[in-house]
């Protein structure tokens, strides 16, 4: 019979944990990748150490890896889709056109809202950053405006998507997991998302966009990039086919598909490369151009299978992690007895949205941030007459919205790796993902709010 986990035995293995991260990659400034993998060891000999036989520990750690293969699939089809755009001439069309009518000083307000309308039709902001969002980091870098604060634009665009379309799965799983309709959910989001949005919107546009803009460092760029592509409006089809696909709520992994073939068809009739070779050394390691221009170089060699290896290797480390502490049940010791001694209502809500942003930095995914909380608060959300549409809103702010800020997340690595901007720099930008949770808790705190947050005559109970 396996052992049950004690409250202080779950506290011992999750300080061991996050001291040992918080030292590793926040003072010593190392890669994620060594100190999660030796966070792993350390859970796994202290599990075994208090009595969690290795047939356990070994399938825990399987099943953590299971729940790794489709953001794993999607991975590598983005890098190869990137790689893929490059060498069709989408990307550099966008660019050329964008540097025409993207101003510097309104662009991140522009890539904000043009991010959002993408992911409010896609519901997906893994397919936003990886289109329009990698289009926009090149316009970034051609107008000198800060890749860190493009990154954030994109990124908060990407995730309101994310957060309030119908037609995205983490906003069809928390009310599943909460209990109620999608679209009660969908309008009480409104209360913490709309004030984001407005604060988000003030920042970005008085955000220092850009300095001085040389305009003929950009005619040069365009020069480099009519030299090097085909520029038209034909390379405009492929991303076209994958937001058509999107909405037509197709699996992200054939929609992925059909924007590489597309991609490649493009690159055969209007760049006229029809080398089966090329074809499949691009999509391996990356574009490569031959350009002289620095600035065009450094935008478009990018991409391929290998690109997206750094990531993949994170997710599987990190989620071999969260499968030892969901299934050898240190997380449900753990809560269990910290929801036991709370009184008030608003209590349980900040206690509901700590959750999710612990096992955010424990697992770094963005379902199980959703699952777990969701499963263990939900019973007492009903005894206490709390609204449950609360807890979905609360899941959905400090899950959904937290996983990007985690540089171990699943989100976190790959907004990453497509965008080519490092977790820790775009995180001051990303205003919209660390304010709507800070709402959802001020809604709490605050009694005048309260109201809002947990309903009329339920927030002391």
Same mark, same amino acid.
């Given at each position: ?7 202080s ?24 990748h060594?100190p ?7 859970? @796994? ?13 070994e ?8 729940t ?17 755009w490059?060498m069709?001439?989408?990307?550099p ?9 993207i101003?510097?000083?309104l ?10 309308? &993408? ?60 209990? %109620?309709p ?38 040069q ?26 909405i037509?709520r ?39 151009? @031959? ?8 935008? &478009? ?37 910290v ?8 209590? %349980? ?14 697992t770094?995914e963005?379902y199980?941030?959703?699952?777990l ?39 976190g ?13 775009? &995180?001051?930008y ?18 005048k ?13």
């Amino acid at each position: 019979m396996d052992r049950q986990l004690t409250f202080s035995k779950s506290i011992l293995i999750i300080a061991f944990i996050l001291a040992l991260l918080f030292i590793s990659i926040f003072l010593l400034k190392a890669e994620p990748h060594l100190p999660l993998l030796a966070a792993t060891v350390g859970t @796994a000999a202290l599990l075994r150490l208090f009595g969690i036989p290795w047939k356990k520990l070994e399938a825990s750690i399987l099943q953590g890896i299971q729940t790794a293969i489709m953001p794993i699939l999607i991975l590598s089809l983005i890098g190869i889709l990137i790689a893929v755009w490059m060498m069709s001439g989408t990307v550099p069309t966008i660019l050329y056109y964008g540097m025409d009518y993207i101003k510097p000083h309104l662009f991140a307000v522009s890539a904000l809202y043009v991010t959002i309308v &993408v992911s409010m039709f896609t519901g997906s902001s893994f397919t936003t950053v990886s289109t329009v969002g990698v289009a926009f980091m090149g316009i970034a870098a051609t107008t000198g405006v800060s890749p860190a604060l493009a990154a954030g634009a994109v990124i908060c665009g990407a995730c309101f998507g994310d957060k309030m379309s119908p037609l995205s799965d983490t906003t069809i799983f928390a009310p599943a997991v909460a209990g %109620i309709p999608i679209f009660t959910h969908i309008r009480n989001m409104l209360y913490t998302t709309v004030p984001a949005l407005i604060v988000t919107t003030i920042f970005f546009l008085f955000a220092p966009s850009a300095g001085t803009v040389d305009l003929s460092s950009i005619e040069q760029i365009k020069f480099a990039l009519q030299d090097g592509f085909r520029i038209h409006w034909l390379t405009l089809l492929s991303p076209i086919a994958v937001i058509a696909c999107s909405i037509k709520r197709m699996p992200i992994l054939p929609t992925l598909i059909v924007g590489i073939a597309t991609g490649l068809l493009v690159t055969a009739v209007v760049q006229r490369e029809t080398a089966i070779d090329v074809w499949f050394q691009v999509m391996q390691s990356g574009y490569q151009t @031959a350009s002289a221009n620095e600035t065009v170089a450094s935008i &478009v060699n990018r991409g391929g299978l290998q690109s997206m290896m750094w990531s993949v290797s994170l997710i599987l480390i990190a989620l071999s992690l969260g499968g030892l502490l969901q299934h050898c049940g240190v997380i449900e010791a753990f809560f269990k007895k910290v929801v036991q001694p709370l009184k008030r209502g608003s209590s %349980i809500v900040l206690m509901t949205g700590a959750s999710s942003i612990a096992v955010n930095a424990m697992t770094g995914e963005q379902y199980l941030s959703i699952l777990l909380p969701g499963q263990m608060f939900k019973d007492e959300y009903n005894r206490r007459k709390l609204p449950a549409k609360t807890l979905s809103r609360t899941l959905e702010d400090c899950g959904t919205l937290v996983n990007p800020l985690v540089p171990w997340g699943v989100s976190g690595a790959f907004f990453a790796a497509a965008l080519g901007v490092p977790v820790p720099e775009y &995180v001051p930008y990303a205003v919209l993902l660390w304010i709507s949770p800070l709402i959802t808790f001020g809604y709490a705190l605050i009694p005048k709010l309260q109201k809002n947050a947990l309903g009329p005559n339920t927030w002391s109970a």
